[in-house]
């Protein structure tokens, strides 16, 4: 989940009954499955939340590109290098697409990246750990993408229209990245040495979690899901999508030939799901809060990319401004 | 001319001696093409605009698709050449080229090693670049070698969008603000030595030419300039002399001091874990 705890500003649902015609109007047609579009009436808490979780979504894809551009210089063979470079390539598009959805609510970009860089606005805490290894570039492919796409599929259908069209065109491309850093590990597993397959156990071990803790907060402590379901941004629980991704991902562990680091993993016959153990969320809300591993690197590097460009940017801007006056 | 130092004798006794230099010719796109992608992976989250991240990865990805296309042509002609004198012998493929070669083996261009300091510094690098490539490869599109003719084709249509990118970016720096102006003339001045090297031929440019495998490198220079000129005019940015001094040794092997740890980084892994043979 590339947006995890997002505010709502609401903890108590409103009945069609308390809410005004407008707002009741609204929610009908969201009860309806009907889009809202960006001229369409909206409650302001509605577009907020919008904003606040599309933008978090967006900076995940930004800062995201950092772990593994860590690696990209590093990549051991043309082809891996390849592939990494088109997939951050793929990374940038999707920050791109995703900040275009959000300024169609009014939210400006440059605004949102300023909030980003003074720590007002948040991005996925699984780029706040550190790659270590080159089997790290194969993980984060397989589970954090994958983690992701669990989250977006569903995104596909919610409520705010340019948002989900947007999930449509990244779920496709994420797929992909998905199955090729899968197919980094297999590679690894199959055809390595000894130390390439302890690359990818120490790997997995060190991204297990973090990658399980991105689809956000256990049910029972997200308050603003409710109303996240009730205006269909969110379409699942983050414990529903949490269980789904486990589920989906436990068999290609096993096929891999790796381990999980968690001693209570074991398939339920009765429930046909995987049961886990607990998550530390204590080290979760860390992170969060700006206190993981990576947190001030991530956003140092951000920030200095910006503030060293500063001086392009205004040339750029100067330089459209002479050339339309010499046209005028 | 000899590609690596422990080939010699094989290439000694190889009954196809002609390939030597084509192979070099072959090396010496694929690395210019390879070092510059390096420096374009090291740019990754530092660009001055979010499409300008885009725009840099999209370039360093044509680079390295042309390098592993130029790489790998010259790893089959190698190991045929091998295979004809000691059929045991080691395999070449574009990889090991890549990763396994040291500074001193590596025939890429100056220009494409030098650091990528500002923003400037790296438009002004890629721009000189990219003038220089297309008319190459504009050239190379008519080789007599099929196989070259064929890359050549295709990488002309990525070097032709990445000079027109960097040609306008030079405009927007030159003719921008006064620091940009500042900063974009001072690293044309600074990259200018490496120039010499693009537009002077050696032996091996010679043989190419003679058999119609390469363009004249002396009519890719006359487009060269008039490239340059016509940008660097409009950027309102002062051109350094034709007869400045000009530093060359890449094409033969002598680096800059910078190459050397461009390649400790990008060949780290597989030196790492020599017996690693798939990744």
């Known amino acids: 989940m590339y947006a995890q705890l997002v505010e709502t500003g609401s903890s108590q649902l409103k009945t069609l009954d308390e809410m005004g015609p407008e707002e009741r109007q609204f929610q009908e047609r969201i009860n309806d499955e009907i889009k809202i579009e960006p001229k369409n009436w909206m409650p302001d808490a509605y577009r907020k939340t919008l904003i606040r979780q599309i933008s978090q979504h967006a900076h995940s894809e930004i800062v995201g590109m950092l772990p593994e551009g860590n690696w990209l210089t590093r990549a051991p063979t043309l082809k891996r290098k390849l592939q990494l470079m088109a997939k951050i390539q793929d990374e940038a598009g999707h920050g791109l697409y995703l900040y275009s959805a959000m300024e169609t609510l009014g939210a400006d970009r440059d605004e949102e990246i300023d909030k980003l860089h003074d720590g007002r606005a948040k991005y996925s805490s699984i780029f706040n750990y550190p790659t270590l290894n080159w089997a790290d570039m194969g993980t984060i492919g397989w589970l954090v993408d994958g983690a992701a796409i669990v989250n977006q599929v569903p995104l596909q259908r919610t409520s705010y229209g340019p948002y989900a069209r947007a999930m449509i065109r990244v779920c496709k491309e994420e797929s992909f990245h998905q199955r090729q850093g899968y197919q980094i590990l297999l590679t690894m597993m199959q055809e390595g040495t000894d130390e390439q397959k302890a690359m990818v156990q120490d790997s997995i071990n060190r991204f297990w979690w973090p990658s399980l803790m991105m689809f956000g907060p256990s049910d029972e402590n997200s308050p603003n899901s409710a109303q996240s379901m009730a205006w269909k941004i969110k379409r699942h629980s983050n414990d529903e999508l949490r269980q789904r991704f486990l589920d989906q991902t436990v068999p290609q562990l096993e096929l891999l030939g790796c381990t999980a680091p968690d001693p209570d993993l074991k398939y339920n016959q009765e429930t046909g799901h995987y049961e886990f153990g607990e998550i530390d969320w204590q080290e979760f809300f860390d992170v969060v809060k700006g206190n993981g591993p990576c947190n001030r690197e991530r956003v140092e590097a951000r920030r200095n990319a910006i503030d060293n460009g500063a001086w392009v940017r205004e040339a750029a801007v100067a330089y459209a401004a002479k050339r339309q006056r010499r046209a005028a | ?279």
């Open chain 2, 1 to 279: 001319m000899q590609n690596m130092a422990h080939r010699n004798s094989v290439q000694k006794n190889s009954a196809q001696k002609t390939q030597a230099p084509l192979t070099d010719y072959l090396l010496r796109l694929g690395d210019s093409a390879l070092v510059l992608g390096q420096r374009h992976a090291q740019l990754c989250g530092k660009a001055p605009a979010l499409e300008e991240e885009l725009a840099l990865m999209n370039v360093g990805l044509d680079l390295f698709g042309q390098a592993r296309n130029w790489l790998g042509y010259a790893a089959e002609l190698m190991a045929a050449d091998l295979m004809a004198a000691e059929p045991e012998g080691q395999v070449y493929d574009a990889d090991s080229l890549a990763f396994r070669r040291d500074a001193q083996d590596f025939r890429n261009l100056l220009l494409v090693e030098q650091p990528n300091g500002d923003f400037a510094d790296i438009m002004g690098r890629q721009f000189l670049f990219d003038a220089w490539h297309v008319h190459l490869l504009d050239g190379l599109s008519h080789s007599s070698d099929p196989r070259i003719a064929e890359v050549a084709a295709k990488s002309l249509k990525e070097a032709t969008y990445h000079l027109r990118r960097s040609s306008e970016w030079v405009i927007r720096l030159g003719d921008g603000t006064e620091e940009s102006h500042t900063r974009m003339q001072r690293a044309l001045d600074n990259l200018w030595q490496f120039t010499g090297e693009l537009l002077q031929g050696d032996e091996i440019d010679q043989a190419m030419l003679a058999a119609g495998i390469a363009p004249d490198l002396e009519t890719v220079a006359t487009r060269w300039k008039a490239t340059v000129e016509e940008v660097l005019e409009e950027a309102t940015l002062v051109r350094p002399s034709y007869d400045a001094w000009m530093y060359t040794g890449g094409k033969v092997g002598h680096h800059t001091e910078h190459l050397g740890f461009l390649l400790a980084e990008m060949q780290y892994l597989p030196r790492a874990y020599p017996d690693a043979t798939v990744w």
